[in-house]
């Protein structure tokens, strides 16, 4: 069995190691240290997360800096705020040793001046996200200009944020000759380009398979109706009264409410993303790490910073847009040799993306039912038994005993269980007596916002500057639909399509007549099977485009609230031609 001591790690990191505990290094340590000590090479290493990557660059990169110079020498590029300073924490451990190392976090949502004061002061090492370090270099306020080793951390999660143009611009400022060390969990298309662009015959490095799920994290879904996901929610959790997890959403929005949802109702929940500031995210943080919240509700973004090994359950509460984003969620749990379950809660029209994502992962999900209220009120039960079976008597009662005793004379030993029980059960029991049942299956025709309803079609596009969230939130603030009533939005190039409920027909074909948008006549037509189809209200001839048959589409996340403002063209530009789906 391989040990930190035989990867070539000199002696002061090696008391950091064991100050720190590891007792082994992992596979992706004990294949990258050595080779990154030995030599100066360009590296591509894959591996999930939760491996030890950090370690895997962090010791070789302080063990080749020269601690005596005040000139940068290393930048670490990582996608987001959290994961800078996690990366930033964890390398001032490893190199605690070592005298006069200096380490600076560079990152948004801080004082940009306190932060260049810090790199003024002569840093070793910049941890980094993209868009602060550009703003500093474009400042004139970071030189790295002599840097000998650049990390491009989490590679795929910076791409798929849309930082290539930024870190185009950051390395065009660095050496060509110095060593790029790429780290990503997954291998998507646009990392094997900037691999090319920026990496001379880099070494490759694949722990596992590429983009394949952990294998010590089982996967299942659940099959319920859009409307319905929330209570699927709740009940997964009260299945699993020992669950620490993470639920993850789309968007902010969905996000935010969903943690409130579950704050209301009663349980240890928060919520993070890009809205807080960084101090409520390091509350949050500190909150969930002991564990005073138990359900951490985050969007993909704000949870690449989450480093926690105990966390029993991923919940994803809706499928992410990229299906490589399941392999990032799944592998939050399951971490540091421990077991976790990814569950996944879809909805009809999103079943068949679990095939979709069973060929990347390369993974089977076992499809389960949600417990029923009974089978959460027993769960209950003999969660409470064991808890009290395993509770460590604190002797400072007995003083009170005898009055307990007292108290308690008239009742045998099955009463008092009984009593004791019932204040677990009836409270579950009081809650779930009339509850439905939640699951369906893939060919159920029930109402609500996955029943086939009214399709339309409607002369806006991604040239329009639409994508499906943003015309889904405008079609909805304009006809002042609820969450639900608007679904299955489809945007191509020139014209999309969106379904609503029969009810709404009308009011639909009323919305659009003679409706203008910038001084242009808007045509909304009844559509038959994803085509346009005659009975325009719109007042206006529709535009001639060929149309694609449709597709069935995937559910979107569902935005709350109505508003009355006048609709605005939305800024957030679709993908040419591509068909953006929900």
């Not at 810090?118 to 840093?123: E, N, P, S």
């Not at 669950?243 to 704050?263: G, N, P």
């Not at 079609?457 to 889904?472: C, H, Q, S, V």
Request: glycine residues 8%; charged residues 30%.
């Amino acid at each position: 069995m391989p040990t930190f001591q035989s990867l070539g790690l000199e002696e002061n990191f090696l008391r950091a190691i064991s100050d720190l505990g590891f007792e082994a290094p992992s596979e992706v340590q004990e294949k990258t240290i050595p080779l990154l000590l030995e030599k100066e090479t360009d590296l591509v290493s894959l591996a999930q997360t939760g491996t030890g990557k950090t370690a895997a660059f962090g010791f070789p990169m302080l063990q080749k800096i020269t601690a005596e110079s005040r000139t940068t020498q290393g930048l670490i590029l990582s996608p987001t705020r959290e994961l800078c300073l996690q990366i930033t924490n964890e390398l001032k451990a490893y190199g605690k040793y070592v005298d006069g190392l200096n380490i600076v976090a560079i990152y948004g949502g801080a004082s940009i001046t306190d932060q260049a004061k810090k790199i003024k002061k002569g840093a070793q090492i910049i941890v980094a996200t993209p868009g602060r370090m550009k703003d500093m270099i474009g400042r004139r306020m970071i030189d790295i200009s002599k840097i000998e080793y650049c990390v491009l951390d989490e590679a795929d999660e910076m791409l798929n944020m849309g930082f290539y143009e930024d870190i185009t611009e950051i390395l065009s400022h660095s050496p060509e000759d110095k060593s790029t060390w790429l780290f990503s969990a997954t291998m998507p298309k646009e990392v094997a380009t900037i691999a090319r662009k920026f990496m001379h015959t880099p070494v490759e490095i694949s722990i596992g398979t590429k983009n394949v799920g952990a294998e010590n994290v089982s996967h299942e879904y659940y099959l319920v109706n859009a409307r319905d996901r929330y209570k699927a929610l709740k009940r997964l959790a009260d299945a699993n009264p020992e669950i620490f997890s993470v639920v993850f959403c789309r968007t902010k929005r969905d996000t935010q409410k969903v943690a409130e949802q579950l704050i209301e109702d009663g349980y240890n929940a928060g919520a993070i993303h890009g809205d807080l500031s960084q101090n409520q995210r390091d509350m949050v943080m500190k909150s969930f790490r002991t564990r005073q919240i138990q359900m951490l509700v985050a969007t993909d973004v704000a949870a690449r910073g989450i480093d926690v090994d105990d966390i029993t359950h991923v919940i994803n509460y809706q499928l992410p847009d990229e299906i490589e984003t399941y392999t990032h969620r799944s592998g939050r749990t399951g971490r540091a040799g421990k077991s976790g379950v990814s569950m996944v809660i879809v909805s009809k029209s999103e079943h068949r993306k679990i095939k979709t994502i069973e060929k990347i992962i390369q993974k089977k999900f076992v499809q389960k039912e949600i417990p029923s209220g009974m089978e959460i009120c027993e769960h209950q039960l003999f969660h409470l038994a064991t808890k009290i079976k395993d509770t460590e008597v604190n002797h400072e009662i007995d003083m009170y005993l005898d009055g307990i005793n007292e108290i308690l004379t008239d009742f045998s030993k099955e009463e008092l269980i009984k009593k004791v029980f019932s204040v677990e059960f009836s409270r579950f029991y009081n809650y779930y007596k009339n509850a439905k049942d939640l699951n369906v299956t893939a060919g159920d025709t029930s109402t609500g916002s996955d029943a086939p309803g009214v399709r339309f079609f409607i002369n806006l596009g991604a040239r329009d500057d639409f994508n499906w969230m943003t015309l889904k939130d405008f079609l909805r603030d304009l006809m002042q639909l609820g969450k639900d009533d608007l679904y299955k939005v489809d945007v191509m190039d020139s014209f999309s399509f969106f379904n609503v409920e029969e009810k709404h027909k009308e009011l639909v074909l009323d919305v659009f007549n003679s409706f203008k948008l910038n001084g242009r006549r808007i045509t909304v037509e009844i559509s038959k099977d994803g085509r346009r189809k005659g009975g325009s209200r719109s007042g206006g001839k529709g535009r001639k485009d060929g149309h694609k048959k449709g597709r069935k589409s995937d559910d979107r996340p569902k935005f709350k609230g109505k508003s009355r403002r006048k609709p605005q063209r939305p800024n957030d530009r679709g993908t040419g031609g591509k068909r953006r789906r929900r």
